[in-house]
Nanobody, 128 residues
Framework: QLQTVESGGGLVQPGGSLRLSCAAP????????IGWFRQAPGKEREGVSC????????YYADSVKGRFTISRDNAKNTVYLQMNSLEPEDPAVYYC?????????????????????WGQGPQVTVST
């Protein structure tokens, strides 16, 4: 079964940084919009960021604008989420999801329905 594979989670102090990676063993991400989502215990899943497949447009939740940056490296078949200035409100399991679009490019969705593939999600913890 195809899925995305995330890596890069861990423990960081408030104000610190982490970079999450989203890879896709078995398929190319070129034709996929990639969304990052997170879910903390007792909370609903939240859309964090998304990057479209063709034009590279990016989208961010208000809570992470100016702190998180999404990017893609098609040569490495990987999408990244650079997270800076991490706050105590950021801890969660972070998932990346892939949404297929061809010949029409996949349009980003900041809600989690309709995505074709999901990963297992690394834990991000922000603590002193």
């Amino acid at each position: 079964q195809l899925q995305t594979v995330e890596s890069g989670g861990g423990l960081v102090q408030p104000g610190g940084s982490l970079r999450l990676s989203c890879a896709a063993p078995g398929f190319t991400l070129d034709y996929y919009a990639i969304g990052w989502f997170r879910q903390a215990p007792g909370k609903e899943r939240e859309g964090v960021s998304c990057i479209s497949s063709s034009d590279g447009n990016t989208y961010y939740a208000d809570s992470v604008k100016g702190r998180f940056t999404i990017s893609r490296d098609n040569a490495k078949n990987t999408v990244y989420l650079q997270m800076n200035s991490l706050e105590p409100e950021d801890p969660a399991v972070y998932y990346c999801a892939a949404l297929f679009g061809w010949p029409v490019q996949a349009v980003c969705r900041m809600v989690g329905y309709g995505y074709d593939y999901w990963g297992q999600g690394p834990q991000v913890t922000v603590s002193t």
